[in-house]
């Protein structure tokens, strides 16, 4: 995979989580009293050293769908032991694990969450006594001072500079795909919260006009500051990775600590060959948000501004989002109707008032205003149409903004002839298409027919991580991010 797709690490977390100790349930080496095995097959969820066992886990949800990871958890105290001491107050956390099955490669999801909220149902204490009492937790991954305002200036630098130190500050990682940022400026911090100071500076970062930025804090306590442009300008490639199963066979075959680390290459399919494989997509569905999101940003803006120090008088330049460079010949970007105009009508202005051209003078870089309205028109575009898919278990090779090829199958008898009707049009005006069959050249081709238009490289733009005590495993939700999409063979020439 091209180097400008892949996250490298700036800076390592130094953040110090929550010790925990417990009794293993085998003899292991080096005699350690902390199983690997804990959080595998269920979450670990510990509250002041309260682990609640596997039958009182209900519900389960990290979310890493905004700028911080956050967690629900419902659960039931069958054994009435966990409201007698253990019930939170203000300042415990909720400490969390996910284990991962490849764990020589892959790290463990390990969190430790600020508990924001307790609820249950009021019940008498001969009710509560007899167990079953149920709560839900709400919280947000603990980051001591992340939310606290501070005064204090960082000193003229650009953006990498700036968030390595605030990174250091909170004892976070950094980890990115960008080398140098041109937005060198004097950062001062009036008084406001570090997150939404980290928010800000990455809004108005700036490294070209063929670039833009976005950040979010992942589980594993790195601030991830991706140019997103660069990675979907990528080659597209197939990752080496290791592949696990659902189970954990180790328990059951005579092979130890080969049969979840099966070496192969990284694609998320619907294809039946996956199941059984934290590769395997169960479910999947496409939503579609271009309609609210042109009424309110339009297929381009104009940003307006009047330069103090300068003879230009009022200055206008046109946002539009940008486009791949390694578009295949029947994709497009989302304009509206292939046989209309209409993107072209669709403007929004934006007045922002008077400023100064000198950075010397204005405290901010020459870009400043400019990535802000460029960097959110870019991202509100590639959200427009979201491929939302459900692994069949956690695959912790999957991390955020990761380039991800998805081969989605037709099955139904239906769906593989009006297919075929498709493809055979697409022949006929000599568009590139795919035959019947998997996504690579090892792959079957006995059942099914590629969909053509869910199937391509997406960006992993979201993540949540679901547990069910009906269905007894940790699964892994992804909302997957493509910019442009095949059109409509009966409106091209």
Known sequence: MALESKLLTRLEPTIQLDKYKFKAFREEEGGSNVSRDKGMEFPLIIVNNYQFPREDIRSFEINVEDKIPTITVTVVDNRSQFAVET?????????????SKSQETYKDIRIDFDIDNVESPLKNNVEIGAGGAKYTFTGKMKIPGLYAERCKSYGTGTTIDHLESIATDLKLGLATNVDVTNDSMNLFVPYDSMIDTIDDLVKHSYISDESFQTFCIDPYYYINYVDLNSILNTTNEFEDVLMSTNIDLNDILPVKDETNNMETKLVLSSHETFEGSNMHIKRYALK???GRKVKSNGYKRTLQFFENDSENGLVSFDIEALTSTNLKDIEAPLKGRQ???RYKEEVKYKYVGRRDSDPDTSNTHLNYTFAALHNTQNLEELDKLQLEVELSSFN??????QKIPVMIF????NTITADSVVKNAKKEKDFTTSETGGPTSEEPTTTGAIDEFLSGYYIVGKMRYTYKASEGIVKQHLTLLRRE?????????
Not at 396 to 401: T, V
Not at 410 to 413: D, G, I, L, P
Not at 488 to 493: D, K, T
């Open 87 to 99: 019930f939170p107050r203000d300042g415990d956390v909720m400490s969390i694990r996910i284990g």
């Open 288 to 290: 579609n948000n271009s």
């Open 339 to 341: 046989d209309e105009e």
């Open 396 to 401: 912790p090779a999957i991390h955020m903004f």
């Open 410 to 413: 037709h099955r139904t008898q």
């Open 485 to 493: 999409w095949p059109g409509r063979v009966n409106n091209m020439g």
